[in-house]
């Protein structure tokens, strides 16, 4: 996995995600969870959120790496997940993300 720009990271969080999540602390749920401090949560765990037996079920922590699979397909890594985004498939693009997400520990 390449280093990430964290500011392209935003870019593309603003465009691909932001409809269906918030980054801000304590910031609300949409049709997805908020996703500040992500990266190291176990997945399935953001407070008064609805999750799909799927993630639910996932034993997953959201590490780097984790992220970076996850990020490319969420159906594949996460089967029978309502999740309706298909993906980031530019690996740059998904380190650029992550380099964003980082900074909301």
Request: charged share 20%; net charge positive.
């Amino acid at each position: 996995m390449a280093p990430g720009d964290a500011v392209n990271g935003a870019r593309l969080f603003m465009a691909r995600c932001n409809q269906c999540h918030t980054i801000s602390a304590g910031g609300m749920h949409k049709a997805g969870p908020n996703l500040h401090g992500v990266v190291g949560r176990k997945a399935g765990t953001q407070p008064f959120y609805f999750y799909s037996q799927a993630h639910t079920n996932q034993n997953v922590v959201w590490t780097e790496e984790n992220l970076f699979k996850y990020l490319e397909n969420p159906k594949a890594f996460v089967p029978g997940t309502k999740k309706s985004f298909p993906g980031l498939k530019n690996p740059q693009d998904r380190s650029d993300v992550i380099a964003f997400l980082k900074q909301t520990r």
